[in-house]
């Protein structure tokens, strides 16, 4: 579970419970079950005309990435690399007796490739052009998860037009002699609780949910580029040493491999 994504929502939420308590005591004027219907339904369906209903389909799978905890997992793979440059230097096959303790799926195929005799030029096109694939996909998915948060805040509008429209149509049929000011300022109220919705789903759930996907993707990237320049160095059976090195580029200092960690 990722606590930051938690706590970032329990904070937006209480922050703006704060303040609507320095206001009123009275909460049940925020909440309407048909202003929340509008602003989630109408974001759906756009989203369903603006992408295939499968891409749509997987946007609270995409979603639950969020709260996900995010893998630190570099380290720990430089350090194997480190390990298996020892066994490339003495050829494919030593190298191929330690794949099964290799765990992570894009490491493993950049060593078969090795092992299979593909040349360094070509393991670096086939496996660039994956991590270009996965991007690909992956941002796909984004954009449901980007366009809803679009959406929102335009369908909140809607909502309060809606609430207008009928405030306006009811006072109208309404005695003349009721209190016009106090049902005017009631049904203004209710419509501009549906905006107040399309705010919050946009700007504390969409979008921030975007831009961590949109981060972790990036973040992928960086590790799978890293594995590619280590297989790389494991095919041309570079030294240990001058693989520790060059994969500590990718880590920042503090977490650089030394020596008698890697001996440790």
């Known amino acids: ?58 946007v609270f799978k ?8 995010e893998k630190r997992e570099m380290q720990s793979l430089v350090k194997q690399i480190v390990e298996l440059a020892a066994y490339a230097r003495r050829g494919p096959t030593e190298l191929e007796k330690h794949i099964d303790e290799v765990r992570h799926p894009f490491l493993k195929d950049g060593i078969q490739l090795v092992i299979d005799g593909y040349n360094d030029v070509d393991i670096r096109e086939i496996l660039i052009s994956r991590i270009v694939n996965r991007e690909h996909r992956e941002k796909g998915e984004v954009n449901v998860v980007k366009t809803m948060g679009k959406f929102s805040p335009a369908f909140g509008m809607i909502g309060t037009l809606i609430g ?19 049902q005017l300022g009631k049904g203004m109220g209710a419509a501009i609780v549906t905006t107040f919705y399309g705010a919050i789903l946009a700007n ?23 594995l590619i320049e280590g297989v790389c160095l494991l095919y041309n059976r570079k030294h240990p040493l ?17 020596e008698e960690e890697r001996k440790g």
């Not at 303040?19 to 989203?47: C, E, H, K, N, R």
């Not at 979008?207 to 992928?220: G, V, Y």
């Open 62 to 69: 995409v979603i639950g990435i969020v709260f996900r905890r």
């Open 204 to 226: 504390l759930f969409f979008n921030p949910a975007a831009a961590k996907i949109d981060s972790r993707i990036q973040k992928a990237s960086m590790v799978q580029l890293m």
């Open 1 to 58: 579970m990722d606590f930051a994504t938690i706590i970032g929502i329990f904070l937006g939420l209480g922050l703006i419970f704060f303040g609507i308590t320095l206001l009123t005591q009275d909460y049940q004027m925020f909440w309407s079950l048909p202003s929340l219907a509008i602003v989630l339904g109408g974001s759906l369906a756009a989203s369903l005309i603006a992408f295939p209903l499968r891409e749509v389909g997987r």
């Open 242 to 258: 001058i693989v520790r090195e060059k994969l500590n580029s990718f880590l920042p200092p503090r977490e650089w491999i030394r």
């Open 164 to 182: 207008l429209v009928v405030m306006l149509y009811g006072m109208s049929a309404s005695d003349a002699t009721g209190d016009m000011a106090s």
